[in-house]
């Protein structure tokens, strides 16, 4: 006999009638104090549970249920379960179908409140096989959507101190991000491909109040229209009311509490820029299909190497959310135009590599520190890595040399004699104009040419202006 077992003892005591010996007593006591323990341990878990009994009377809660739910055991116990919630509470529909339902997103109105779910309801059988009551167990959204971005790795891995760089300009970033990650700000980064915007973007998060929360990153090239809507905001399945299967969560509401990186911004179409807009507005989406506003709490670095100022002329980009986004932002120099950085980049990784691949290589030749200097880098420090990442390889001796370096695919090139005559180009008038334009805001005016700033004040020299 199980000591809980409470029907044979009371067949027991009845048998017995005043006459208990000592092992009925021990078997009563035994049996109380499994009860209690039962209980205590439900109220331990962080899990809510509730069951009712047949007839959809709530007969049990425990303490994470009530808070929760923000209610307490008094107000809900004894009551029939559909009347808390506008919505058909779960456990009805488990006596309705005598079915589980696992793992299901849920969505209760308590009094005003909207409390979001993950809950999984049982129904409880006798020896009969009848239906005697149901159960349910549920959980806040919150400790989901925390698995899900640990297990899907939704962190972010660098911080400062892996951002190498002595020129100015990349200093200067480095002080200027660390100011905006202590604000609460959304933050714009430009910045050619492969100029470590992303970099920048997870170091930021990692320096803010939100590092312990999720660092997400959604590129917005890489959908169509419709998905990068679903990719943000998620959509809704209908099940019953109330519960929502199949739905998917979006990475607004998975990156809540944390950062949203939005890669590629101008590549988003303009009909989500409007929703994106909305949401910065709001701070609350919906999900496609869904009609319920869900609150977020979500920092956006979005990221560009596009002009958008040119984009907004051309009615490419919405002018409200490029203001919106550019109130703090971070202007990331190409490498060609921080030389300075080059062979410190290039000395890092070969260390890197190094230690990866237990090689000793000891550094570049001359010849291979002159050629790294004059080459431009179109694909920044991306492509300055992947090339050194194939000359540690290459490399059979203790400098990698210019040939290690041109069978690694480094070739002088035109790009940058391109590039070069590509700034002739831009004649004094034009230029003049511009200036005019733009009030004599030398930054404004190398945004709008498109050119950086070092090269407009070579420019301005030149021209004399
Ligand atoms: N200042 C830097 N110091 C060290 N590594 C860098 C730096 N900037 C970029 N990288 C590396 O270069 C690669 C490209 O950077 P990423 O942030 O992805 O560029 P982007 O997002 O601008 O295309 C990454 O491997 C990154 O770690
Ligand atoms: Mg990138």
Not at 83 to 88: Q, R, V
Not at 171 to 176: D, G, R
Not at 259 to 279: C, G, N, P
Not at 305 to 332: C, P, T
């Amino acid at each position: 006999m199980s000591s809980y077992d409470i029907k044979k003892i009371i067949d027991l005591l009845l048998e017995n009638n005043n006459n208990f010996d000592k092992a009925c007593i021990n078997q009563i006591i035994d049996c109380l104090n499994f009860n209690e323990l039962l209980l205590r341990a439900l109220d331990s878990v962080n899990e809510g549970i509730s069951f009712c009994d047949k007839d959809g009377y709530l007969i049990y809660a425990n303490k994470s249920c009530c808070n929760i739910i923000g209610t307490s055991k008094e107000e809900i116990l004894g009551k029939k379960i559909d009347s808390f919630s506008k919505d058909k509470p779960l456990l009805s529909g488990i006596l309705e179908m005598k079915k589980s339902i696992i793992d299901i997103e849920y969505f209760l109105r308590f009094k005003e409140k909207n409390v979001q779910l993950v809950n999984s309801g049982y129904p409880v059988f006798n020896d009969k096989k009848e239906i005697i009551g149901a159960i349910d167990i549920f959980r806040s959204i919150e400790r989901t959507r925390k698995l899900t971005s640990t297990m899907a790795g939704y962190q972010a891995f660098f911080n400062f101190d892996h951002i190498m760089g002595e020129s100015r300009r990349v200093k200067e970033n480095i002080k200027l991000a660390k100011v905006f990650a202590k604000s609460s700000e959304n933050i714009l980064i430009i910045g050619e491909s492969g100029t470590g915007k992303e970099l920048f973007a997870q170091a930021i998060h990692n320096y803010s109040s939100r590092k312990n929360k999720p660092f997400i990153a959604l590129n917005c090239a890489n959908f169509q229209s419709e998905l990068i809507d679903s990719e943000l905001f998620g959509y809704e399945e209908g099940a019953f009311t109330g519960a929502k299967k199949g739905g998917k969560l979006g990475k607004f509401e998975l990156a809540h509490g944390g950062t949203l990186f939005l890669d590629e911004l101008a590549e988003m179409q303009i009909h989500i820029q409007a929703k994106l807009l909305r949401v910065l507005e709001t701070m609350c989406i919906s999900r496609i299909g869904g009609s319920r506003p869900i609150k977020v709490d979500v920092r956006i670095i979005a990221a560009t190497n596009r002009n958008l100022e040119e984009l907004v002329e051309q009615g490419k980009f919405r002018r409200d959310l490029y203001y919106r986004l550019k109130v703090l932002y971070i202007e990331i120099p190409p490498l060609r135009e921080r030389e300075k950085d080059v062979l410190l980049l290039a000395a890092y990784f070969i260390k890197k590599f190094n230690d990866k691949i237990r090689k000793n290589i000891r550094g570049l030749s001359n010849e291979a520190k002159k050629m790294m200097l004059e080459y431009s880098w179109p694909g920044n420090i991306r492509e300055l890595e992947n090339m050194l990442s194939r000359a540690i390889y290459i490399c059979d001796g203790d400098y990698i040399t210019d040939t290690n370096l041109e069978l690694a695919g480094l070739k002088e090139s035109k790009y940058k004699r391109f590039l070069k005559n590509e700034v002739v180009k831009i004649d004094k008038k034009v230029l003049v104009d511009t200036l005019e334009q733009t009030g004599g805001n030398k930054k404004r005016t190398s945004e709008l040419l498109g050119v950086s700033r070092p090269t407009l004040y070579k420019l301005l020299k030149e021209y004399k202006v």
